[in-house]
């Protein structure tokens, strides 16, 4: 019987293959005793499962470092390694086999379950999230000690491929799955969870939060993913699968034509250029400026260099990274975003605990309130901007006090750098995000301190809908269509020009080809995102007129009706 299940898109594209469920190992785990002169064999059981499972991980760290370098994906697989080594999982558990005499796999099981119960009373939000490695890891282990090697069925004769469904899949086995797969589904995860940001890196059509899909479906049954709009298609008719057969040829082709705008100029019909940058978060993306031609860095998001690891980067080290992305970027414009912890992005010296960390120690505030951490990153930005040209920018913003602050502690960095005659570039431009929807309206009283601005529509819609970005239950209120939304980004846009500052959009809306044309029509005209986006954008870009797009985009302003604003949206495209 067909059917149709609604999820969440993660990552773009269709897959078209047959079901291989990947069973939830940690549910099928026995409980038996062992006898005491079989403890010592036992032990090395799992001595000897927790090595191949280092192994495993190992050989993913390297398969991913030469085929996608990705610094989030080897961070992933790090993490997981140091729960290898952990006293409080792995110690405990043998620990359960020598003094209980249970197997090895129960023993590991009841362990998990402590650990995660523990995780569970967290209220870091990034911390708490963490629970799923403990429980990926235990998974890796327990199929190592029943000698499951977790197979995928060979290639089918019909040509089609194979949809991995499952409860959940960590961003280690998503690697290890990397072209084999046709794509996957799961029970849960939302869009921000990190299997969700490795299945878009290395393109896999996925779609999550499907709930008890794994419970609906048989192997081998047929299954369509539709990676772009969140639905699976189960055991679809003939004339479904020819629909989804070529629109998935027409993506592959507009996919393979869009490489070939590498090299053209990002220009409107009236010839007008538009900048397009990449928002990148360390010097391993740097490469994808040059694949995609990007005109430099629209937002580096630095705090990348230090969540998932517990020691936080000296200046030096700091440094170098900077260093690496400017030399990497080749005399294009990088803009370096000053530290965004708190909220989802938390470290291991970040030990306070907020009930509201959105709303609290987050970005420049908690920057303001650790001003020796602070000064250390502007000394080591200073420092790597003699190497290229770099700008700063101040996420965050909602009060001119803050930016007062943060220029009064760059003043310091410069005059010690001074003192110790170290090179840095005088002139470097400091900007600031219009994420919050209080700097957007007040933007006056930031314009004449700053020399750039960006609007992050991540947050921007976060905070004026009050959703919370990260949370799955109530993502379908979060609507960058929302006309209280597009009125702060058109008034900040204008407010900006106004006061002839250069503005940029670096948050999801500016990869979104579906808004390009509403955002041009509101005069934007620097764009930063992904750099896997900028091609379709550039492709947006070449077919607007941006004469005709003005006044629909003025009257659009005016609407207060969602699904008008939608439907002229979609029409701005003719
Ligand atoms: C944003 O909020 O839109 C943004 C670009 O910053 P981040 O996604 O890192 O919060
Ligand atoms: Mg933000």
């Known amino acids: 019987m067909s059917f149709t299940v609604h999820g969440l898109p993660v990552s773009q594209g ?62 992933f697989i790090d993490l997981q390694r140091m729960m290898l080594a952990d006293p409080v999982l792995i110690g405990a558990a043998r620990a359960k086999i020598e003094e209980h005499h249970t197997n090895a796999e129960w023993a590991l099981v009841q362990q998990m379950e402590s650990v995660v119960e523990q995780f569970q009373q967290i209220e870091d939000p990034y911390l708490r999230e963490r629970r799923a490695d403990v429980v990926q890891v235990v998974e890796r282990l327990v199929k190592a000690l029943l000698g499951d090697p977790g197979h995928l069925p060979p290639k089918r004769k019909d040509g089609l491929g194979t949809v991995v469904v499952a409860h959940d899949l960590s961003p280690a086995d998503t690697i290890g799955f990397r072209d084999h797969i046709a794509g996957f589904v799961t029970d849960i995860g939302g869009p921000t969870s990190h299997t969700a940001i490795v299945a878009r890196s290395l393109g896999i059509p996925a779609v999550v939060g499907l709930y008890h899909i794994r419970d609906l479906l048989r ?40 490489k070939r705008l590498r090299d053209t100029p990002a220009a409107a019909l009236s010839g007008e250029l538009i900048e397009l940058l990449a928002n990148i978060s360390g010097p391993q993306d740097v490469g994808q400026l040059k694949e995609t031609n990007a005109d430099g860095v629209g937002l580096f998001r630095t705090e990348f260099l230090f969540i998932d690891r517990d020691t936080l980067p000296d200046e030096d080290e700091q440094y170098e990274a900077y260093r690496a992305v400017l030399k990497g970027a080749g005399g294009k414009p990088v803009t370096a975003r000053t530290f965004d912890i708190g909220a989802d992005k938390s470290f291991a010296g970040k030990s306070r605990n907020e009930a ?53 502690l760059m003043e310091k960095a410069k005059e010690e750098l001074r003192d110790e005659k170290v090179k840095f570039d005088e002139n470097l431009p400091i900007g600031g995000m219009v994420e919050v929807p209080a700097a957007a309206l007040a933007l006056s009283v930031f314009v004449k301190r ?41 008034g900040a846009i204008q407010a900006a020009q106004r006061a002839e500052l250069p503005i940029a959009v670096c948050g999801e809306m500016a990869g979104n080809a579906d808004y390009t044309l509403l955002l041009l029509g509101m005069g934007l005209r620097s764009f930063s995102m992904h750099p896997a986006r900028i091609l379709e954008i550039k492709q947006q870009i070449l077919r607007a007129d941006l004469a005709d797009l003005t006044p629909k985009v003025q009257r659009i302003l005016k609407m207060d009706e969602p699904a008008k604003i939608r439907e002229a949206v979609e029409k701005l495209g003719g």
């Open 14 to 75: 269709i897959a078209i293959g047959h079901v291989h469920l990947v069973s939830h190992a940690l549910l099928e785990v026995n409980h038996y005793q062992i006898a005491p002169r079989h403890i010592a064999e036992e032990l090395t059981r799992f001595d000897n499962a927790v090595h191949s499972v280092e192994g495993e991980l190992l050989g993913l760290k390297a398969a991913t470092a030469s085929a996608q370098p990705h610094k989030e994906v080897g961070a």
């Open 219 to 258: 192997d081998n049954e047929l299954i369509i993913v539709d990676g772009t709009r969140g639905i699976a298609l189960i055991d679809p008719d003939d004339s479904v699968v020819e629909e989804y057969l070529l629109r998935r040829s027409a993506l592959e082709l507009e996919r393979s034509k869009l």
């Open 356 to 408: 509201n960390p959105a709303l609290g120690l987050r970005a420049v505030r908690y920057s303001l309130a650790e001003p020796k951490f602070f000064v250390t990153q502007l000394r080591a930005l200073l420092r790597a901007s003699a190497h290229g040209k770099l700008r700063i920018m101040v996420p965050m913003l909602a009060h001119p006090d803050e930016i007062e602050q943060t220029l009064a």
């Open 450 to 490: 700053l020399a750039f601005l960006s609007i992050g529509t991540n947050d921007l819609i976060q905070y004026t809908l009050a959703v919370d970005r990260g949370n799955e239950a109530v993502v379908h209120l979060y609507d960058p269509l929302h006309p209280a939304v597009l009125r702060l980004i058109s």
